[in-house]
């Protein structure tokens, strides 16, 4: 199936340090979603996106939609040890039978102290 | 709120045995729960989609009559590995959607299932 662009695939950084990811697709979505996946568990939703240009902020967590709809990045400001995991974007079409989840491949994060 | 159980959290098998997961939404009522499979440093990739009362639609290349799933009730959808090889051995996640607090469309993740299948 389709999957979204993520980039970095991974990457390692200091605590303190602010973290950049940003995911892409070829379709447009109306709806994205960042999920963060601690190892062994199930993703957890960290934002959601609904309007095409809409930047939104979860603590020191602040993601954008990208205005052509086809993409969408996530910041991380002063990482601490605890934001280590892997970062999935997803995108959502439209509601009812396209409302299915696609995801990206993962931005895996790693916090040294 | 906004919880998803499953049960069991692992599991062992011997080739060839049907293996059943449970996906419970604890505190609302899910009208659609999706099954995902998750391999190794790999994303999470939707095996099917289930509403409830009715037939479960599954991706491409996901066989319908190896991954049995039913969504009898609102609260309550299972995933049956049929005849399980150790190429179905992966880590499976599902997710609920329903009303709650308003939000329709938001999937809730449960905790995730990993089957060994040896």
């Known amino acids: 199936g389709q999957q979204l662009n993520q980039s970095p695939q991974s990457m390692f950084i200091q605590e303190g340090e602010d973290v950049s990811m940003n995911c892409t697709s070829s379709s447009i979505f109306n709806t994205w979603l960042w999920y963060k996946q601690d190892p062994g568990e199930g993703p957890v939703l960290l934002i959601a996106?609904?309007?095409?240009?809409e930047l939104t902020s979860n603590g020191r967590l602040t993601a954008q939609f990208g205005i052509t709809r086809k993409d969408s990045f996530l910041n991380i400001s002063a990482s601490i040890p605890s934001d280590v995991g892997i970062y999935f974007c997803a995108g959502q079409g439209d509601t009812g039978t396209a409302s299915k989840l696609t995801f990206g491949t993962g931005t895996r994060l790693q916090v040294t102290l | 709120g906004a919880v998803v159980s499953q049960h069991p959290s692992r599991v062992i098998c011997k080739s060839g045995t049907s293996v059943k997961i449970e996906c419970r939404s604890l505190d609302f009522q899910a009208t659609t729960m999706f099954w995902y499979r998750q391999f190794p440093k790999q994303s999470l990739m939707l095996m099917a989609t289930s509403n409830e009362g009715s037939k479960a639609t599954y991706e491409q290349g996901v066989e319908k009559d190896k991954f049995l799933i039913n969504h009898a009730s609102l609260t309550l959808s299972t995933l049956t590995v049929t005849s399980a090889h150790p190429e179905d051995s992966s880590f499976y996640i599902c997710?609920?959607?329903?009303?709650?607090?308003?939000?329709?469309?938001?999937?809730?993740f449960g905790p995730g299932t990993r089957l060994t299948v040896l």
């Open positions: 996106l609904y309007k095409a240009g």
């Open positions: 997710s609920a959607r329903g009303l709650f607090g308003g939000l329709t469309d938001t999937q809730y």
